[in-house]
């Protein structure tokens, strides 16, 4: 269990604060997660990793010399948003480009993606390395498909070496995806895991089985058996990588291997020494030459007991990166170079918050209508939490309505914040959007913020925006969630109503409407999208919708959605000011 | 629980392998623990820690440059033998003195007295500081009596940096011992732990609840309440910690504090950071400016959750010191100098095995005796293990028979290796003592290989033992046994044996008794001194004794002690070789 915590919901948050007063000299903290506290030198490729928070030292404790330039840092076991990776970036980019490399799970490869465009967007190179080194969760021909463990420290570390002995990007990213290749995990867990607060395991494991291959998350593994000596789980581990080795290594490779043995939390250290042990003379009997071995707690998954053993293949080029110098809060290695450990020589990272763009007083008057509509989106949350939640426990795990009453309350007290800063209605909606990124979390979250920044991009904060604005706000917003939630038409997702209301707004516009006319008419046909995504909402906007369960199984973010633009839509009805 | 072990009882031993195997560019193996791998160098005084198992990195992984020189490493919270500390010292000695420091245990210091004890009287110096951190474990007018915790930490670098700089002994020892006064710690815990293969935990705390100065191996706390937030915790223990200023620290000193919040197994690092963040706001609150903290696993207690704060007053040279590099497996700060780190450059500790001395052929005679004494001790204690477990039951914890087994059993296999090298009689005894103390454990391990190397001494390796010889070695472990056991004649302990029957060995010598008939009528008197000291033993040697719980609190250590003066004795009258 969690012994230490205040209110669980600030835990992640606190614990970043808690890690950088305590990490100072090393880290600085920015928006959504922490970098070196030295500035990336001008033509260095910056490394950025990041994942969920709970597994502790990755990654703000493997943010320094030698390893990542900044770590991006969400909730527990939660991606971090877009909006936190994309400011992360920002800080520690140090002009020769970003390299993305982190565990390959769903919610970062969506976030990570969408940080990675905007980049790209505003000119900065960014390429991605994704780890996937846990063999239980996937085959070898479909080792794309698996996830990423302890293995992290190695593509990290090779990422780090090229970055910093001057590789430009591309070269980083051959380096990185090289280790990536060239390293291969087996774990296996023993207990499972209770959040803070929680009242229950998040996932659990028979007393005295083990669950080989279990993820550290609690993700399904591929066998249970009774626990086994220490000796014994070394020649399960031991050889399950020996028939692992990667098909594309040529036979003459790997000799030399770096090894992790990764304690995941309630497993201690004398039991990974006395399992090291075994490990050390089996992989010494297969021929293999143990360089730098690691033992100790690397990733882990709070106080999961379990452990994993990751074989690193070394070529000269690996090795020299697995054995490079490294300064990190909890990873330290060798001799890193004066300025990189000395106050006095540290170049500090400036963090400077985002400033709020100048903007037209046109913009700023409809910057009181976008508020306003964040206002009745978050009321209408509020109203129908419950049955957001009930909508969602039909086929996901039920937390849809409180991540959007979050999202959605952050981003209208970001959006307030920004209205009282002079804001345009670009500007406003962008800073709703990222704050509701930030607080959702979830798929849903970053969706939002996606589609709220996709529009804001397009309002701008000089003119008021017209009919025209508004239309390829949206349709620009539906690409991009089409895009990096990977749904098409008819998957019965946000996509099936946004399409539509794209559509009808971009008609609307052609004919000459108003905004407020053509948004209304879009209003109309969200419900009817949404209707026929869920069959649940007869007449969004005059009664409260109809959810039941028995009519299948609706998407929760669809109906939301509609139920957005219908609250958006009453708010231009009762406006005076609605532009043309 | 422990999930990973092999053989319970090998788990210690194969954890120090396992931990060697993965430290190997960073520490040696030697008997009893570990050195540094580099050798330490000419003029610097060594610096050797140590203490049970159980608490990495303490001791093990604080071996290496600007922390110890050696640490020696005993069994699962159980001290080093002083036999092991001894030889761990010899290797990591450089010619200026060793200075030794730990936590206080009574079992540690019992230990390390001993190996001093040895090292002086060969010449090297040796000073001692024990770490007397733990607030709750006595009052500040008793600080000498309090335990040693995670502030072991701030004394070990204070030591390491004198000595590294060059001081000599009495300037080490006098940082060290500044340090220790300057440094303060605080401890509460969440549950207990259970070692491998033990079926119930060691200790526990009641689910919800915590233990307000619990020790690192369950001592009792001072108080128990329901467990608090982690900014409550905080609030408890600066407050604990601020009222605990040492008072000799004069008021201008102190306002520069380092600080070590310590986890001891269970609570992980997140729990840790959250609550680090509400003691750094606390103690600046209160005008400390901290200095490196240290957020982390430093000193553990297994799987015991709990954490403790420690703050370490800082002057100048203190400050110095908690600055200095290190470079050891599990602590590493700053630069260290090249030559500690690049494996080319480090001078190799050579791990010199002691070879048998040369003996005379008389000596090796008698050799045969000793072997058969120790031959018939061990016999009858595997006789009397039940009875011996029994009478420990009464006052201690049921151990002593199994114990003398272990020892008995590991000394006879020493005695024989070394009379099959060719061993005279003193150095078998002192194989065989050593032997006892390493694999014994407890009290009366070390009390009997002390007392079977001060007899060594007297006997040697070149004549046959006289009589008188065999007076004055009784009459040396005598002294010795009283000296570490802190016994006093009366205080029915292995004392009140040995003091009577070294007395009439010296009477029987001084009148001409042959060294058989001197030992014959001595086990009379040691029966009856075990007699008058348990009122048990009615009849040593023809009965078996007959053990009563009902006659009070007999030692089980005088006990085993009358009867193995008795066993030597059969053996000694079934010989005819037994010299005069």
Not at 155 to 166: H, K, L, S, T
Not at 336 to 349: A, E
């Amino acid at each position: 269990m969690t012994y230490l915590y205040n209110d669980p919901v600030q835990f992640a948050d606190e614990c970043i604060d808690g890690f950088v007063a305590a990490n100072s000299t090393f880290v600085r903290k920015v928006h959504g997660g922490v970098v070196r506290a030295s500035r990336t030198p001008t033509g260095q490729v910056a490394v950025v990793i990041g994942g969920g928070s709970g597994h502790y030292p990755a990654f703000a404790g493997l943010v320094g010399p030698g390893l990542a330039h900044g770590a991006a840092m969400g909730n527990l076991f939660a991606s971090p948003s877009a909006q936190q990776i994309y400011r992360v970036a920002k800080a520690a980019a140090g002009g020769a480009g970003v390299l993305f490399t982190y565990g390959n799970y769903a919610g970062d490869v969506l976030n990570f993606d969408q940080a990675q465009a905007r980049l790209i967007a505003e000119g900065i190179p960014c390429r991605t390395v994704v780890v996937t080194d846990d063999i239980s969760s996937a085959s070898e021909p479909e080792s794309h498909k698996r996830r990423g463990v302890a293995g992290d420290l190695a593509v990290f570390r090779a990422a780090a070496y090229a970055a910093e002995r001057g590789d430009d990007l591309n070269a980083v990213w051959t380096l990185a995806n090289r280790a990536n290749e060239h390293t291969r995990s087996f774990g296996v867990a023993f207990s499972g895991c209770t959040l803070p607060g929680a009242s229950a395991p998040l996932f659990t494991v028979p007393e005295g089985r083990m669950a080989v291959g279990m993820g550290i998350h609690g993700e399904p593994g591929i066998s249970e058996q009774d626990l086994p000596t220490a000796h014994g789980l070394a020649e399960l581990l031991v050889e399950g990588l020996v028939h692992a080795r990667p098909a594309t290594l040529d036979s003459s490779a790997g000799a030399r291997v770096g090894v992790i043995l990764n304690g995941l939390g309630a497993v201690k250290y004398e039991e990974l020494f006395v399992t090291y042990g075994s490990v050390s003379t089996l992989l010494t009997a297969q021929g293999m030459e143990i360089v730098d071995p690691e033992v100790g707690e690397l990733v882990t998954s709070f106080q999961m007991a379990g452990v994993s053993l990751t074989l690193f293949w070394l070529d000269a080029e690996l090795e020299e990166a697995w054995k490079s110098p490294a300064y990190t809060p909890a990873y330290r290695k060798g001799l890193v170079n004066r300025q990189d450990v000395d106050r006095d020589l540290i170049t500090i990272v400036d963090v400077v918050e985002d400033a709020i763009l100048p903007s037209s007083a046109a913009s700023r008057a409809s910057g009181v209508i976008v508020l306003d509509s964040i206002r009745a989106i978050k009321n209408m949350i509020d109203t129908n939490v419950e049955e957001l939640g009930r909508l969602d426990s039909v086929a996901g795990d039920g937390d849809h309505g409180i991540g959007m009453q979050r999202g959605a309350s952050a981003a209208l007290l970001a959006a307030e914040d920004a209205a009282a800063h002079e804001a345009g209605a670009g500007s406003i909606l962008s800073k709703a959007g990222d704050a509701w990124a930030d607080r959702a979390g979830g798929t849903s979250g970053a969706l939002w913020g996606l589609a709220l920044n996709a529009v804001a991009a397009e309002v701008g904060d000089v003119a008021a925006p017209t009919a025209t604005v508004l239309a390829s706000g949206v349709t620009a917003a539906l690409a991009a969630i089409a895009r990096f939630g990977k749904a098409q038409l008819g998957d019965k997702t946000m996509v099936d109503v946004l399409s539509p209301v794209a559509i009808a707004l971009t008609e609307s516009a052609e004919h000459g409407l108003t905004a407020r006319d053509s948004w209304k008419s879009a209003a109309l046909i969200a419900a009817e999208a949404a209707d026929a995504t869920s069959q649940l909402l007869p007449k969004i906007g005059r009664a409260r919708p109809h959810m039941e369960k028995s009519l299948g199984s609706p998407d929760p973010g669809a109906v939301s959605l509609a139920l957005a633009i219908d609250a958006i839509a009453a708010v231009m009805n009762s406006q005076q000011k609605v532009s043309q």
